[in-house]
């Protein structure tokens, strides 16, 4: 099978022949292109970058990776228990209770007048059994939990989250660890220049020279270089001549003079003296760097180090969540090195790097031991773990299976809205247990004073239709805009969906 250039790769396979740069980010997490030729490996799902290769296919079918991947979802599907709703157990005993009082209510001002000698007082028995009914009617307690959920699925939207379940709402406030993927989701999911060494020019030379040279160039770190010179509005000098040699780097003559921009070994293998540079070549390939070296006529002129950069909202996501006492966790398929680094950095209490997408799903597992867990990722090998966890969060700008497979979906992909749907999970929670604490205030005082038959059903209609009014007002207090949108949301379904 030959894969031309920009193509998805789709099949696991071998590469027979060719070479290019394969982005497997979204398969594996790792964010900077790898390098692919005759006899490496290829994942279907992946995007070939500017060259072309032939494969032999390795797996089809239920082999295939992405096969694998959809078979662990289904298998953290089945596992994943069910949130049971709070006011789903009330009506269970609630409903055939105020059934039993009104039968007991009706046949005691029959019977107890009965066995005392004196006339069964039938209008009272009558009254008293249409009372406790009306006043018992579930209508306040149904209406409780769904006016929550459309009081926080409204704050929620317009903060960009779109939360899919009521499940959503009750079970994310009780999670006790965060578990975030790394690439595209704490990370902005693309190298760019972080770091820049200069040695004899200034950086903006430095700069110049390696975006005249990679401009030609179709690799994805020469796009971060050239993306690098445009910010800094450096106008790069012309090329004269260009050669690409791939895995490795490229050689092009500016201004008369050899110009060769790409790894250290390249460099070296050029016979390129990089030894001044070589103790700093190591210190930032030690912090999960990716250096390009640059050198003219012969002598080095400086390094550009490149990463994939933390989100600026990241941070203060992770301090957030912290303050709160929620424990969290980065669950990468990226190497140790980068992975402690970004740890580090956020201030994230536990690292478990180099995991595939089965392991991820395990790992939850493992975790959820301690305490709930909510999963955040965006690739097709979060997926499978964005399942099992107690809560799925995906980010918006993800991969369809990872949004199919979460409970709540950040559509403005942005990281801080993690911290804030949590919170926005207790407030409707919380919300909730007021609603059906008033509801039940009103129920539990009515039913017995409608049992005594002193109660007009007339006013016990309008004594629930007060309780009723009291919910709506509690639940969209603050929120007038809510209220007709409440009123529609009566007796219907709450359904999931997401477009």
Same mark, same amino acid.
């Given at each position: 099978m030959r894969i031309r250039p920009g193509e998805r790769v789709p099949v696991d396979g071998e590469v027979v022949e060719g070479h290019s740069s394969v982005d497997q980010a979204l398969v594996t997490g790792e964010p900077i292109p790898v390098e692919r030729s005759a006899g490496d490996s290829v994942i279907g799902g992946s995007m070939n970058g500017s060259g072309t290769l032939l494969v032999r296919v390795a797996a089809v079918g239920e082999a295939s990776f992405l096969q694998q991947v959809a078979r662990e979802v289904e298998d953290a599907r089945a596992l994943k228990p069910g949130l049971l709703h709070l006011v789903d157990r009330i009506l269970v005993v609630y409903t055939p209770t105020v059934l039993a009082v009104a039968a007991l209510a009706t046949l005691g001002w029959v019977a107890v007048p009965w066995f005392l000698g004196s006339d069964p007082d039938l209008q009272r028995a009558v009254?008293?059994?249409?009372?406790?009914?009306?006043?018992?009617?579930?209508?306040?307690i149904g209406i409780s939990?769904?006016?929550?959920?459309?009081?926080?699925?409204?704050?929620?939207?317009?903060?960009?989250i779109l939360m899919r379940t009521g499940e959503a709402f009750q079970g994310y406030r009780l999670v006790r660890q965060v578990a975030f993927d790394k690439t595209g989701t704490l990370t902005e999911g693309r190298p760019h220049l972080v770091e820049i060494e200069s040695t004899g020019i200034t950086q903006d030379a430095l700069i110049a020279l390696a975006a005249a040279v990679e401009a030609a160039s179709e690799h994805p770190l020469a796009d971060a270089i050239v993306a690098a010179a445009f910010e800094r509005r450096i106008t790069p000098p012309e090329v004269e001549q260009f050669e690409a040699v791939p895995g490795k780097g490229v050689r092009a003559q500016v201004g008369g003079e050899i110009v060769l921009v790409g790894n250290p070994r390249f460099l070296a293998e050029s016979g390129v003296e990089l030894g001044r540079?070589?103790?700093r070549i190591g210190a930032l390939e030690g912090v999960g760097r990716t250096v390009i070296a640059v050198a003219r006529g012969g002598q080095p002129v400086g390094l550009l180090a490149l990463a994939d950069? +933390?989100? /600026?909202?990241?941070?203060?996501? %992770?301090?957030?969540?912290?303050?709160?006492?929620?424990r969290t966790v980065l669950i990468t398929g990226d190497n140790e090195r980068n992975a402690h680094r970004v740890a580090a950095e956020l201030g994230i209490d536990q690292v478990h790097a180099g995991i595939l997408p089965d392991e991820k799903a395990e790992l939850v597992r493992r975790l959820q031991q301690h305490g709930r867990v909510a999963m955040v990722g965006d690739g097709i090998n979060d997926a499978p773990a964005l399942m099992q966890a107690d809560v799925g969060i995906a980010m918006g700008g993800g991969t369809d299976i990872a949004i199919d497979s979460a409970d709540i979906i950040i559509l403005s992909n942005r990281l801080d809205a993690v911290a804030t749907a949590r919170e926005i999970s207790r407030r409707a929670y919380r919300k909730m247990v007021q609603n059906?604490?008033?509801?039940?205030?009103?129920?539990?005082?009515?039913?017995?004073?409608?049992?005594?038959?002193?109660?007009?059903? +007339?006013? /016990?209609?309008?004594?629930?239709? %007060?309780?009723v009014t009291t919910i709506f007002f509690n639940s969209l207090w603050g929120r007038p805009s809510l209220f007709f949108q409440a009123i529609l949301s009566v007796g219907k379904p709450v359904k999931p969906s997401h477009d």
């Open positions: 009254f008293a059994g249409l009372s406790v009914l009306v006043m018992g009617y579930p209508c306040a939990a769904p006016l929550s959920i459309v009081r926080g699925a409204g704050e929620a939207a317009e903060r960009g540079l070589a103790g950069t +933390v989100r /600026a909202e990241a941070a203060g996501t %992770v301090a957030a969540l912290k303050q709160t006492g929620v059906v604490s008033l509801a039940f205030l009103f129920n539990g005082v009515g039913v017995p004073l409608a049992a005594t038959g002193l109660l007009y059903p +007339v006013w /016990a209609m309008v004594t629930m239709a %007060v309780s």
